[in-house]
């Protein structure tokens, strides 16, 4: 069965770091565009950070500029995302999605439709961020 699973989420005190990843099974990553989502809870789901599967270009929320670093390693058929000086309000549920880009084409775009029915989602992984 095609799927992408997440991986790397944590217990994590604030200002500390966590590198979450996204695997791809059954299928290759490399035409696929990547966005990281989180919902909250009682809140929505917002996108955090896309990758283009095309030139690389890349997207961060305001919430997430200059703490979160996205990456893909396509030889290992995995996304990154790389959490720095984390904060009590990045606490959420973190979820990836792989898409190839039919109908959703900027990774702006992707990250601002939390909603839309991408190719794959994931199952989410939990990070929590607390003293």
């Known amino acids: 069965q095609l799927h992408v699973v997440e991986s790397g989420g944590d217990l994590v005190q604030p200002g500390g770091s966590l590198r979450l990843s996204c695997a791809a099974v059954?299928?290759?990553?490399?035409?696929?565009?990547i966005g990281w989502f989180r919902q909250a809870p009682g809140k929505e789901r917002e996108g955090v950070s896309c990758i283009s599967s095309s030139d690389g270009s890349t997207y961060y929320a305001d919430s997430v500029k200059g703490r979160f670093t996205i990456s893909r390693d396509n030889a290992k058929n995995t996304v990154y995302l790389q959490m720095n000086s984390l904060r009590p309000e990045d606490t959420a549920v973190y979820y990836c999605?792989?898409?190839?880009?039919?109908?959703?084409?900027?990774?702006?775009?992707?990250?601002?439709?939390?909603?839309?029915?991408?190719?794959?989602w994931g199952q989410g992984t939990q990070v929590t961020v607390s003293s």
């Open positions: 999605t792989a898409d190839r880009g039919r109908w959703v084409t900027t990774v702006q775009a992707m990250c601002a439709m939390a909603q839309w029915d991408y190719d794959y």
């Open positions: 059954g299928f290759t990553l490399d035409h696929y565009a």
